[in-house]
């Protein structure tokens, strides 16, 4: 197969695993509820918070890292037996696993903000850089008392801290998409904050 091709079928992998809608299983199997019509709608771990507490919160953000982690470590083996020299199959599976976190396709495209998603795609390109994004993300956030605030500020960082640790332009560039894809999903987050009624952590 020529590179094209890899990018094709593993993009697909990877969004059908970005898919898993792990908040929602999660939340449905505690409760019988359907984590779409509570709170913000959204499948995240934020959302989960709202309904099952704060250990939920950070298992279901854990499971969504892993989720963002797997298909990128997947690209980048498979690069090894492909002429892919710059890292291009590893940042299009990471494109796609945050693209079905927020847009799946077992749940009518409705799914969560690729927070923990998008952060683990970055830990498994760079573990660096992943390891000082999510470091970035915990002191904001509880700085703030905003996960969104958090999490915005943590990912515009994430290219310039792939430039710093002198990584392939295409994890730079792929960083740069993600966080407007990310930011651009947070813009009711970003509404709320404007007219001071978005949730804090408490």
Not at 82 to 90: K, L, R, V, W
Not at 129 to 144: F, P, R
Request: aromatic share 10%; with cysteine.
């Amino acid at each position: 197969m020529n590179l094209t091709t890899y990018i094709l079928i593993f993009s697909i992998i990877s969004y059908f695993i970005g898919s898993i809608p792990t908040g929602y299983l999660i939340v449905k199997a505690k409760t019988g509820d359907d984590i779409r019509k509570i709170g913000s709608g959204s499948t995240g771990a934020t959302n989960v918070k709202r309904v099952l507490g704060k250990k939920w919160f950070f298992i279901v953000m854990i499971l969504d890292a892993i989720k963002g982690a797997l298909p990128v470590i997947l690209g980048k083996i498979v690069a090894n037996y492909t002429n892919d020299t710059i890292g291009i199959i590893a940042v299009f599976c990471a494109i796609f696993v945050i693209i079905g976190h927020s847009k799946p396709i077992f749940l009518q495209f409705k799914g969560g903000k690729s927070v923990a998603s998008g952060v683990g795609t970055i830990l498994a390109l760079n573990p660096a850089v992943g390891l000082l994004i999510a470091l970035i993300w915990g002191v904001i956030t509880y700085i703030s008392k905003y996960v969104s605030v958090g999490s915005i500020i943590a990912l515009i960082l994430s290219p310039i801290l792939m430039y710093l640790f002198k990584n392939p332009p295409c994890y730079i560039i792929y960083c740069a998409i993600a966080a407007i894809y990310i930011v651009y999903l947070h813009r009711e987050n970003i509404k709320r904050l404007i007219k001071k009624q978005e949730n804090k952590v408490r």
